[in-house]
């Protein structure tokens, strides 16, 4: 009896620990950002997840194309798991196994037989990150499961159907692989049914804020490390940054000014290929790096909101965020700024009359 509750009250928490891991897969393991691009990428994996097709998704290394992945098999309703793989970090020799299993005695070492990734994503979806690392004798087993949707273990002779979606991700120019004989065309085109493109983070310097402020309060916590203070400037400092490694690269520097207690700016890596912008090549526009010393607090205030707008195409709930700021707030400014532009005009317009009538006179 004893054991028989033990297993009832292990079998209530796992229950309860898968929950809350598909909860916080849900809000963390995913694409952020509010830039035109991304929101529309949004928009395109929220329409294609449900559809069984293959998709290959593009874009440099950092972007998130995992979570574009995750973000397609959550859409998906698929009840089986998502499963990656780095197909340049296996060794040619192991990825059939890896992928389709093997019968024990298959192979030297082959003690016991194993399933393959195929077997435990039935159901669900499989990652294929690096397709492009694939090698040649690979990519003609990988074409023929995805036509038949049937895999053969290593070893064995009778094959086994999978229900399994195939998103693949790569870095490389793929067309520029099969020209040059490394990727296989066939495979190219079973593949390429719909293709996703990640924008680099320098292609899309407003979702920096967000993201930035998302990393550091998830490092926060899982550092048990207290946030960092931030402040104009150094938000400023990296939106400016080039970020060749992407957002992966963001990351790290968050995690960095975390464990050194600096701020953000500061935890840059110094780069002259991608360094900020040199100081002599600021100027005084609203929006850059600084503004006329003859301009009132709230001359800066209303010029940089108005940039920040500006950025976010007019898009008032994304400036507020950026600015850190209530949308009530902003439409508050907004709204005392314009009533003081026409009370401006008005007392123009009232001294030019008296000025024309002393004229008169």
């Not at 924008?199 to 490390?225: C, M, T, V």
Request: overall charge neutral.
């Amino acid at each position: 009896m004893d054991r028989c509750l033990e297993r009832r009250q292990l079998a209530r928490e796992n229950f309860l620990l898968r929950r809350d891991n598909a909860r916080h897969q849900s809000e963390e393991a995913s694409l952020k950002g509010e830039s035109a691009a991304m929101r529309e990428l949004g928009q395109i994996i929220a329409r294609v997840a449900p559809a069984p097709s293959p998709v290959l998704i593009l874009g440099e290394s950092g972007t998130g194309k995992e979570l574009a992945a995750r973000d397609l098999h959550r859409l998906s309703g698929r009840r089986g798991a998502f499963v990656p793989i780095n197909c340049g970090a296996i060794s040619p020799e192991l990825l059939e196994s890896e992928l389709f299993g093997h019968l024990k005695g298959a192979f030297t070492g082959a003690h016991r037989g194993r399933d393959g990734l195929f077997s435990f994503a039935d159901g669900g979806t499989l990652f294929l990150d690096e397709i492009g690392e694939m090698p040649l004798a690979m990519q003609a087993k990988l074409l023929r499961v995805l036509e038949t949707r049937r895999v053969r273990p290593v070893g064995g002779e009778q094959e086994q159907a999978v229900d399994v979606r195939i998103v693949a991700a790569t870095h490389r120019t793929l067309e520029i692989e099969v020209a040059a004989g490394r990727f296989r065309e066939d495979l190219y085109y079973r593949l390429n049914v719909l293709s996703l493109t990640l924008p680099a983070l320098r292609e899309r310097p407003e979702d920096i804020p967000a993201l930035a402020q998302h990393f550091s309060q998830q490092l926060s916590r899982d550092l048990g490390l207290p946030p960092v203070p931030w402040d104009h400037a150094d938000l400023t400092r990296l939106c400016r940054y080039g970020w060749p490694g992407n957002v992966r690269e963001l990351k790290n520097v968050i995690e960095r000014s975390l464990l050194l207690g600096r701020l953000p700016g500061d935890a840059l890596p110094i780069d002259p290929k991608t360094a900020l912008r040199d100081e002599k090549n600021a100027t005084d526009t609203p929006g850059s790096n600084s503004y006329p010393l003859e301009w009132s607090l709230d001359a800066v205030e209303r010029a940089h909101l108005c940039a920040v707008l500006e950025r976010h195409a007019n898009n008032k709930s994304a400036a507020a965020r950026q600015l850190g700021i209530s949308r009530k707030t902003l439409d508050r400014k907004l709204t005392t700024w314009r009533s003081n532009d026409v009370d401006t005009h008005n007392d123009a317009d009232s001294s030019s009359g008296t000025r024309d009538a002393d004229d008169s006179a």
